[in-house]
């Protein structure tokens, strides 16, 4: 099993940039693909990258395709979200999740989420 736990989330106005980070625990964190999703008040959650297990391959949802950058260091067992040019419809809970795929499915393990705020 892995535990995941997301930090760097706040407030922060149109334009602006966070950084995500989500740091896993338990089994080696090499072996797992990392996706970030995210859930709006009264929206799904919805898919926002994936990263594969060396970090050679990235995927992101349209809506955040050139803005956000998906990382990670399996040295530290940790990956990274940073999002730039934030836009209020960024506004959600951030999920990190672990899997054996880096695509919008199959993800096994779950962190608790980072609320993200963008002001207007």
């Known amino acids: 099993q892995v535990q995941l736990v997301e930090s760097g989330g706040g407030l922060v106005q149109a334009g602006g940039s966070l950084r995500l980070s989500c740091a896993g625990s338990?089994?080696?964190?090499?072996?797992?693909?990392m996706g970030w999703f995210r859930q709006a008040p009264g929206k799904e959650r919805e898919f926002v990258a994936g990263?594969?297990?060396?970090?050679?391959?990235?995927v992101y949802a349209d809506s955040v395709k050139g803005r956000f950058t998906i990382s990670r260091d399996n040295a530290k067992s940790t990956v990274y979200l940073q999002m730039n040019s934030l836009k209020p419809e960024d506004t959600a809970v951030y999920y990190c999740a672990a899997g054996p795929d880096w695509g919008q499915g199959a993800y096994h393990y779950w962190g608790q989420g980072t609320q993200v705020t963008v002001s207007s």
């Open positions: 990263i594969s297990w060396g970090g050679g391959s990235t």
């Open positions: 338990g089994r080696t964190f090499s072996n797992y693909a």
